[in-house]
């Protein structure tokens, strides 16, 4: 079974601290690893990693995947107050034409 | 402006009572898909359609039913059969075909059963 896997579920640091997040999957036929950020409703696009040891990057948001270890980890930078959200990650695979998604997880950034 | 609307934001049901959540989308996108995410959990799929007309069963379609009778509208009717519907649904939709996967979202719906 195709699954996905995120750690730590939850984590608190002060502003000004650099956080990673990690994803960790194991899927038949992957073709694509995409982390969104939710504040509140609606999920929001970060990155789509298709490929090992490319980072992406964002302002002081950076990820990178490793095709080899089955896993992808989201960096932030300098963490603001407005980072505070959960973040999500999903495996598209090759099969159909769905996203397999993580549990998420809860960053909250003290002041 | 080009998005994804869901309405009601908020919706209260008796035990028993069938609804409807509307998702429209004016984004020109082929493919629309009904979450549900629970507390702690990431999201799960309901239902998905990549054309007009067709729609597929996600992983926990049980008690669900939608149509897609139009490319920008995908409603997801949330049935008595449901047994535990309390959550919050996200409607998404994407261009569609193989590889282009990237989701938009809608703010969501919070259903609440009394």
């Known amino acids: 079974e195709d699954k996905v896997v995120q750690s730590p579920l939850s984590l608190v640091v002060h502003e000004g601290d650099t956080v990673t997040l990690n994803c960790s999957y194991e899927?038949?036929?992957?073709?694509?690893l995409l982390w969104y950020k939710q504040e509140k409703k609606a999920p929001t696009f970060l990155f789509m990693l298709?490929?090992s040891g490319i980072e992406k990057k964002s302002g002081r948001l950076s990820s990178i995947l490793d095709k080899k270890e089955l896993f992808s980890i989201l960096n932030i930078t300098a963490t603001q107050t407005g980072d505070s959200a959960v973040y999500l990650c999903?495996?598209?695979?090759?099969?159909?034409?769905?996203?397999?998604w993580g549990a998420g997880t809860k960053l909250i950034i003290k002041p | 402006d080009g998005g994804i609307t869901q309405s009601p934001k908020y919706l209260f049901r008796k035990e028993g009572q069938n609804v409807t959540l509307s998702c429209e989308q004016n984004?020109?996108?082929?493919?629309m898909y009904w979450y549900r995410q629970d507390p702690g959990q990431g999201l799960r799929l309901i239902y998905y359609?990549?054309?007009?007309?067709?729609?597929q069963k996600g992983d926990i379609a049980e008690g669900y039913s939608v149509s897609r009778e139009k490319k920008e509208s995908f409603p997801l009717t949330v049935t008595s059969a449901q047994k535990n519907p309390t959550a919050f649904y996200l409607c998404?939709?994407?261009?569609?075909?193989?590889?282009?996967?990237?989701?938009?979202f809608g703010p969501g719906t919070r259903l609440t059963v009394l």
């Open positions: 998404a939709s994407s261009i569609g075909g193989r590889g282009v996967v990237r989701q938009f």
């Open positions: 984004l020109n996108h082929d493919a």
């Open positions: 359609s990549q054309i007009v007309n067709d729609f």
């Open positions: 899927v038949t036929n992957f073709r694509s």
């Open positions: 298709t490929s």
């Open positions: 999903a495996v598209e695979v090759d099969s159909n034409y769905q996203l397999i």
